[in-house]
C-alpha cells in the first residue's frame, strides 16, 4: 500500500490505543502522531511517497557545460553589484551570489505545489496533534562535501544559530520557533511555541544546514572568503572578489538520485557575474560571456536585442509565462521621516506620477499599472469589503481611514499627457491640506522648511521612469534629486532605513506567512536589516500578518490578505510601479528544456541542461 498523507492519517488514528512515546524512527507512532514523506500548508501532498521525479524534469538530462548568468534576486545579506563575504546567512557583510546552492534543507520544495515540500535530508517527519512537535528522520546516507554525515545535532546546530545570530531576516522568521535538539544521529526534534505560525514547519525544512564540526571555534556572524562546508549539489571553485563567482557541481553528490533533484542541477559550473553598470552587463551577454538572462527593462527588450548574435539565431528570445506571485514592485515613502508621516502628502506624490505616459513613452506599452500588494492573485481586495473582512476589520475601526471600510483605492489614470493638470491639482490640494505652504514656486513644509526629497537608487536604470515623476514634483514646488550611490553604500543606507523614497519589489508568494512580517510588522519597521523599507507600524496590520500566517484554508487566507490589502493601500505607503505576468528570457542557443514547464515559475534555468551539439552547431566559445 501506497503511504499518502491521507492513509497516514488513517493509520495514525488506529494506533491511538498505542500510548507509547516515539524514540526515534524505530518505535511505534505515539497516539495521535501523523507520519509524513512531505509537508504542505493546506490539504493534501499531490505526489505520493514513492514518486520518481517531478513531472516538469527530464530525467534523462545529460550533464555539463557553463551556465553564466547575473544575480537577479537577493535573500539574506546578498548584494546585486559585489560581494565581500561567503557567508550569506549574517546580518554583516555583501554576500556573494549562488551560496545558497552549497546548502541542503531538510525539505525541498516544488514548482508544481506552491506550500508543498518533499524530503531531501529528511526522509520522513512525525508531527505530534498539536503541531507543536515535529520529529525529522535524517537519512543516513546525508554527507556534507568532506564526507562526514549530516546529523540531526548539525540541523539542531543550524536553527539554533540562525535564531540567535542570523540576518534580521530569519531572527524574524523564526520568532515562534522554540528550538531543535538531536534526539539521536538521525532523530532531530523541532519545537515550536503555541502561537506559531501556519507556516513555520515549512521555514524550518527550507533552511541551510551547516556543518557544527566546522562552526566549532570560528564567528558565526563573521564576513569570510572562505566557503563554509555545505552539503548541496554544488561548491564554490574560484572567486574574484566583486568580478565572479564561480561553481561546480558536486561529483557523487549524496542526494543526485532522489526524487526532488532528478533532472535538475544539470551544469558542470555555473558561474555569477557582476557588473556596476546595466549597460556593461548588457554587453556582456551580446558577447557571450553571459548566457542567460532575465531581462526587466520593456525598453531594452523592445530596442537592445537587434545586434548579429539574434539577427543570425544564435540568441534567442522567449516570453514565458511565469505563474509565478507578483512582487510588489513602487517608489516606497521611508514614513520615519517627518516629511512622509501625512499619508495625504504621500498620496500626492502618487497623484505626480503619469503611469500611461511613462508606459507608453518609456516602456513600449508593454506592462499593467500596479495597484495591490497582491497584485493579479485571488488574495488582491475588490470591491467593497465583505462580512469576513469587516469581520477581521471591524476592532481597528478607531484607527483606520474610513476608506478601508470601502473600496479600495486604486491609483488614478491619467490623461496620458505627462503632466495631467487635473491630478496634479488634487495633488497640490493634497499638500495644503497636510500643511505645506507655498512660497513662489517653493513648497515649504509646515515648519517652513523647503520641500526636498531624495530618490536613492545603487542603479541609473530607473532613472528614465523616475525623472517625468520628478518633473511633476518640481511643478508642485518640490526640488528632488535621484541619488545613485555605490552597491557598498546602498545596502548600508537601505539597511539603517537611511533614505527619502527608495525603488522596492517585495516578495510575492501564493500562500504568505511568516514572510509578511519582515516586510510589514512593526517590530521589523524598527529593526534594520529588514525589508519594512516604509516603516509601517500599525496594530491592525500586526494582527492582519498574525491571522494569515495562522490561517487553516485557502478561504480564510483570502480573506485576510484581502483585508491587509486594504489597509495597506490606504496607508499609500508607495507610489505603485507597475508589473508583467511573463518574463522576459534571453539565451545563447546551448541550451536545451523539458517540453513541461511548472505550473508556478518558468523552469528557466534550473531544469534545463547544456546542449553541446547545439554550442557546436554556433561555435559558442563564451
Known amino acids: 500500500m501506497t503511504i499518502t498523507r491521507r492513509t497516514s492519517l488513517t493509520l495514525a488514528a488506529s494506533a491511538a490505543a498505542g500510548l507509547v512515546l516515539p524514540r526515534g524512527f524505530g518505535s511505534a507512532l505515539a497516539a495521535g502522531d501523523v507520519e509524513t514523506h512531505g509537508l504542505s500548508t493546506f490539504g493534501e501532498l499531490a505526489l505520493p511517497a514513492n514518486f520518481p521525479h517531478f513531472a516538469y524534469v527530464n530525467p534523462q538530462a545529460p550533464r555539463g557545460g557553463t551556465l553564466s548568468i547575473q544575480i537577479k534576486n537577493t535573500s539574506g545579506n546578498q548584494n546585486f553589484e559585489t560581494f565581500d563575504t561567503l557567508n550569506i546567512f549574517v546580518f554583516k557583510g555583501d554576500g556573494a551570489a549562488g551560496m545558497d546552492m552549497t546548502f541542503d534543507t531538510l525539505m525541498s520544495g516544488s514548482g508544481d505545489e506552491p506550500g508543498s515540500m518533499y524530503g531531501l535530508v529528511a526522509d520522513r517527519v512525525r508531527i505530534a496533534p498539536d503541531k507543536l512537535t515535529y520529529r525529522f528522520h535524517i537519512r543516513p546516507e546525508a554527507r556534507f562535501h568532506d564526507g562526514s554525515k549530516i546529523t540531526a545535532r548539525d540541523a539542531a546546530f543550524s536553527f539554533n544559530i540562525l535564531k540567535e545570530k542570523g540576518h534580521p531576516v530569519y531572527r524574524s522568521m523564526l520568532g515562534a520557533f522554540a528550538g531543535a535538539e538531536a534526539e539521536s544521529d538521525d532523530t532531530l526534534i523541532v519545537r515550536f511555541t503555541k502561537n506559531r505560525s501556519r507556516d513555520l514547519h515549512l521555514v524550518i525544512a527550507g533552511l541551510p544546514i551547516f556543518s557544527e564540526n566546522y562552526w566549532r571555534g570560528r564567528d558565526f556572524e563573521a564576513s569570510t572568503l572562505e566557503a563554509p562546508l555545505g552539503s548541496g549539489p554544488y561548491k564554490m571553485a574560484r572567486f574574484e572578489q566583486g568580478r565572479f563567482i564561480e561553481f561546480e557541481r558536486v561529483k557523487n553528490y549524496w542526494a543526485e538520485k532522489l526524487p526532488v533533484n532528478v533532472g535538475q542541477n544539470n551544469f558542470d559550473r555555473i558561474r555569477y557575474e557582476y557588473y556596476r553598470e546595466r549597460q556593461v552587463a548588457f554587453e556582456g551577454f551580446k558577447s557571450g560571456q553571459i548566457n542567460f538572462n532575465e531581462e526587466f527593462t520593456a525598453r531594452l527588450w523592445a530596442t537592445a536585442y537587434d545586434f548579429p548574435a539574434v539577427r543570425d539565431g544564435r540568441v534567442k528570445r522567449d516570453e514565458l509565462p511565469n505563474g ?42 508593454a506592462y499593467k499599472r500596479m495597484a495591490s500588494f497582491f497584485e493579479n492573485s485571488d488574495m488582491k481586495a475588490t470591491g467593497l469589503p465583505s462580512k469576513e473582512e469587516l469581520a477581521l476589520l471591524e476592532p481597528f475601526r478607531a484607527d483606520l481611514p474610513a476608506e478601508v471600510f470601502g473600496e479600495p483605492y486604486m491609483p488614478p489614470t491619467s490623461d496620458g499627457s505627462g503632466s495631467d493638470r487635473n491630478l496634479l491639482r488634487r495633488a497640490d490640494d493634497l499638500l495644503r491640506a497636510a500643511g505645506c505652504k507655498r512660497d513662489n514656486n517653493r513648497l515649504l513644509l509646515p515648519d517652513g522648511t523647503p520641500f526636498e526629497v531624495e530618490f536613492l537608487d545603487s542603479s541609473g536604470a530607473l532613472k528614465p521612469h523616475t525623472e517625468p515623476l520628478q518633473g511633476n514634483l518640481r511643478k508642485l514646488g518640490i526640488a528632488s534629486t535621484f541619488r545613485t550611490v555605490d552597491a557598498a553604500q546602498y545596502k548600508r543606507r537601505l539597511d539603517n532605513f537611511d533614505f527619502d523614497i527608495v525603488t522596492m519589489a517585495l516578495g510575492g508568494s501564493f500562500t504568505p506567512g511568516d514572510g509578511l512580517r519582515i516586510t510589514w510588522s512593526s517590530d521589523a519597521a524598527k529593526t534594520p536589516g529588514t525589508r519594512n523599507v516604509a516603516g509601517v507600524e500599525s496594530k491592525a496590520v500586526d494582527f492582519l500578518i498574525d491571522t494569515i500566517s495562522r490561517a487553516n484554508s485557502r478561504d480564510e487566507l483570502n480573506v485576510a490578505a484581502q483585508a491587509l490589502d486594504r489597509v495597506l493601500r490606504a496607508g499609500r505607503y508607495w507610489i505603485p510601479m507597475w508589473y508583467k505576468d511573463k518574463s522576459l528570457i534571453a539565451y545563447w542557443d546551448v541550451f536545451s528544456r523539458p517540453e513541461k514547464t511548472p505550473r508556478y515559475s518558468t523552469g528557466a534555468p534550473g531544469t534545463w541542461w547544456w546542449d553541446a551539439d547545439k554550442a557546436k552547431r554556433i561555435d559558442y566559445r563564451g
Do not use: C, H
Not at 512622509?340 to 516602456?363: C, S
Open 324 to 365: 509565478a506571485p507578483t512582487p510588489s514592485q513602487g517608489w516606497y515613502f521611508n514614513t520615519r521621516r517627518g516629511k512622509f508621516k501625512d499619508a495625504r502628502v504621500r498620496e500626492a506624490f502618487g497623484l505626480a506620477f503619469d503611469f500611461e505616459w511613462t508606459n507608453r513613452n518609456i516602456m513600449y506599452s
